[in-house]
C-alpha cells in the first residue's frame, strides 16, 4: 500500500523558514519524481515544486529562490525547505508521486 506521510507544517511568522518532509512507502521511490503543491482557501492547487530521479528540480515562480526541494533515497523521503515564508504562502501543502497524494500538512504565514 503506497502511503506519503506529510509533517513539519505549523504557524510561522511572515520571513521564518519551514522546512517539510514527506515520508514514502510502498512504492520504489528512487524510480520517482516527487513533488509538492499546495492550495489555499478557494484557491486550485498549484504545482510548487518538483525533483526527479536525477535530482533535476523546478519551482512555481513565487517561490523561486526561497524554497529548496530536497530528497535522501536512503529514507525514502522528500524535503522541502522553505525560506522568507510570506502571508501569500499560507496554504495546504501536499506530497504527490503520479496519482498518489499524501493527507496534507497546514502552513500558515501571519503577517
Known amino acids: 500500500q503506497v502511503q506519503l506521510v506529510e509533517s513539519g507544517g505549523g504557524l510561522v511568522q511572515s520571513g521564518w523558514p519551514l522546512r517539510l518532509s514527506c515520508a514514502a512507502s510502498g512504492l520504489f521511490f528512487t524510480l520517482l519524481t516527487m513533488a509538492w503543491y499546495r492550495q489555499a482557501p478557494g484557491m486550485q492547487r498549484e504545482l510548487v515544486s518538483h525533483?526527479?530521479?536525477?535530482?533535476?528540480?523546478t519551482y512555481a515562480d513565487s517561490v523561486k529562490g526561497r524554497f529548496t526541494i530536497s530528497r535522501d533515497n536512503a529514507k525514502n523521503t522528500v524535503y522541502l525547505q522553505m525560506n522568507s515564508l510570506k502571508p501569500e504562502d499560507t496554504a495546504v501543502y501536499y506530497c504527490?508521486?503520479?496519482?498518489?497524494w499524501g493527507q496534507g500538512t497546514q502552513v500558515t504565514v501571519s503577517a
Open positions: 504527490n508521486s503520479i496519482d498518489k
Open positions: 525533483i526527479t530521479i536525477s535530482g533535476s528540480t
